[in-house]
């Protein structure tokens, strides 16, 4: 099966070659500097290593202001660009005006219209189904695009059985703020389990968002614990990453590559490719709304 696996990181961009303000300068991310030999800045935007690719995308599409979660990641998955048709940039999440569009032109409902297999990696714990039933809608667009295209959410129960990933990868938060008795499991454990997901499926999703939670709130106690499992979990996808998969990992706006601020920036979003239609990703993706036609062209 042709899989397209999209690991997306929330606000994460290419800054400044500045440790003192940029987290990938300041430490050595695995990832980074073991896969492609050094660190993406400003002046240093392409790298590439055999079929891996690293690259900037242009987050800001052509509209003043500083690019937002809501408008960025429907331009994503959407292939849109739609800070432009909103008239600004909008965010955390997608206004309802962009509720028709997201329902007719979201990546899931692309690939089910072509008869294809999708899934959405993330498990939910019950308080947030707790909190979908009580009629509120400000989700994120990951969930909006999943309900809207009839794609079901996943659960604790396919978590504890292997079938889902947490949103922070290795169950910590789910054990120690939410009380469920999980395993936590190494990153390299969590890789596996999305690359066999991915494997079952022509498209998959997986969403991680608190390196825009990072660049936010700091959450000084915890950063260097989840900085070294994202740093160790996307390390392993890519040195381990099966061949049937193509891999991307992008972003919607800068955010975690400088924290001389906590607002989000105007850097371009990061953007890696690696194994198959990696190359032909990094020739023809150069902003976050030209991610979903490129993937749509090989199925």
Known sequence: MNSTLIIFLDGV??????????????????????????????????????????????????????????????????????????????????????????????????????????????????????????????????????????????????????????????????VKKLNYNLPIIKPQTAAKRLFKIASENHFTLFEYFLTDHLGHLRLKDEFEAIVNTLDDFLFFVLKQLPSNISLIICSDHGNFEDLSTKQHTRNPALTITAGVNSKYFSETVSKISEIKKNILKFY
Request: aromatic share 12%.
């Open 13 to 174: 961009g290419i800054g400044e070659a500045n440790p003192k303000i940029n987290p990938f300068f300041k430490r050595e991310f695995k990832f980074l500097k073991n896969i492609f030999g050094e660190t993406p800045h400003l002046k240093n935007q392409f790298l590439r290593k055999d079929d891996k690719y690293l690259f900037p995308t242009d987050a800001n599409l052509g509209v003043d202001g500083i690019p937002q979660s809501g408008t960025g990641q429907t331009s994503i998955f959407c292939g849109i660009n739609a800070p432009k048709i909103l008239g600004r940039h909008f965010g955390p999440f997608p206004p309802p005006s962009l509720d028709k569009i997201i329902s007719e032109t979201n990546i899931f409902h692309d690939f089910l219209l072509k008869d294809k297999k999708v899934a959405f990696a993330n498990a939910y714990p019950k308080i947030f189904f707790d909190y979908l039933r009580s009629g509120k809608k400000r989700i994120s667009f990951t969930t909006l695009s999943c309900n809207l295209a009839g794609v079901k959410l996943k659960k604790s129960t396919d978590l504890r059985k292997g079938k889902a990933l947490s949103a922070e990868i290795d169950n910590f938060r789910w």
